[in-house]
């Protein structure tokens, strides 16, 4: 595995400051006959593809290979995030098959696993899985520390397996990037260093991974970033921050780029309850810029960066987009059916109306610095 390095790489860091969003194209609404579990006794949300370096979704034996994180059904499903596992399922012209948790028990170094990326190197056998280790193994009560972890597979078969030992990638510096245990933590306000995504950049050949994280050097409670790492002769170095959103939003969550027309499409997620006080909030949506290359300058798509957002009267029905290579779109069924309501006056929908489970996808039509909803 590559050596960690914590040099620095040049790049322009670009902020995201919209006064306005204007009139962002509405994902569809999610009907009951939309919300097909497919477990009874598991939760499904974040899911990112097994992708080829080129983004483009692996085919393997006639079937796509999804990772999902997983937990058990809660009452309250915020508890989902206490005990996220990666989960491995596959689909085909026969639907969905489940492969089980893609890691044994007590492999990887954290007390649970959140969000990464999966890539299947050129050689068409070797997969780096990236994910994010949050905790530590065997603590005795759940931390909110992140780390970015990498660990080596094969593709067989029966699809991905042969996981080696995961290895960390790179580490905050504590300098730009937050360096934090965090003992303590509430759902939109802890700090980020995670959900690692994978690019190969095709003008240089450069390997690199794009990451949610926090601004080290601003005490801000709203110092929402989104950093890089770049792989370089074998060597990960953590590179500069590409897009900061310091007193605008806390989370520019599972940040990632494709490539299209020569030009460098940057996605993220979040969510209204993480936009500072006096900023300008924006819907539960997908966020986006633009760039003529991976070191800038990047630009609002749209104008205000807003790309996809979830229809005003039902403002929490999906989060967590990810963006395929073909510009196909997918995320998870959050809390649908409202009609208005509040969860938090209304606890019994906590569990009857949350979805964990695959949203239905929709696909993007792309124009220079437009990005809409096909």
């Keep these: 595995m590559p050596e960690i390095s914590s040099s620095i790489q040049s790049v322009a860091t670009s902020r995201w400051e919209p006064a306005e969003y204007g009139h962002g194209p509405l994902i569809p609404r999610i009907a009951r006959e939309d919300v097909e579990r497919l477990f009874d006794h598991l939760d499904l949300w974040d899911c990112w593809p097994l992708a080829h370096e080129d983004g483009r979704t692996v085919e393997h034996v006639g079937r796509h290979w999804w990772f999902f994180l997983s937990a058990p059904v809660f009452a309250d499903p915020v508890e989902r995030h206490g005990h996220a596992r990666i989960r491995l399922l596959s689909h085909g012209t026969d639907g969905w098959r489940d492969h089980g948790n893609a890691f044994p028990e007590g492999f990887t170094p954290g007390s649970r696993e959140w969000a990464g990326s999966a890539v299947l190197m050129d050689d068409g056998v070797t997969i780096r899985q990236f ?41 905050a510096d504590g300098e730009r990037y937050v360096l934090d245990r965090q003992d303590k933590g509430a759902p939109g306000l802890i700090k980020g260093f995670r959900d690692p995504a994978w690019l190969r950049d095709p003008a240089t050949g450069k390997a690199h991974l794009l990451f949610t994280a926090s601004a080290a050097w601003s005490d801000d409670p709203f110092n929402g970033i989104i950093g890089q790492a770049v792989l370089d002769e074998g060597r990960w170095t953590l590179g500069d921050v590409i897009i900061e959103a310091v007193g605008v939003n806390n989370e520019l969550e599972r ?109 993007l039509v792309f124009s220079g610095d437009r990005v809409t909803v096909a």
């Design 255 to 363: 940040p990632h780029v494709i490539v299209r027309d020569g030009r460098y499409y940057l996605f993220w997620s979040t969510q209204t309850h993480t936009f500072a006080p006096g900023a300008a909030a924006g819907p539960n949506g997908l966020y986006g810029m633009v760039a003529d290359a991976m070191t800038g300058p990047w630009r609002p798509l749209n104008e205000g960066g807003l790309v996809a957002a979830n229809p005003a009267d039902e403002p929490k029905q999906s989060y967590s987009w990810w963006v395929t290579g073909k510009g196909e779109v997918w995320s998870f069924v959050d809390y649908w059916g409202l009609q208005g309501r509040d969860v938090s006056r209304h606890p019994e929908l906590l569990r009857s109306n949350f979805g964990g489970t695959p949203a239905p996808r929709f696909s």
């Design 131 to 171: 994910f994010t280790a949050a905790g530590r193994r065997g603590e005795s009560a759940l931390t909110f520390e992140q780390r970015l972890f990498c660990s080596m597979g094969q593709l067989a078969e029966e699809g991905p397996t042969a996981w080696q030992v995961p290895e960390e990638v790179v580490r």
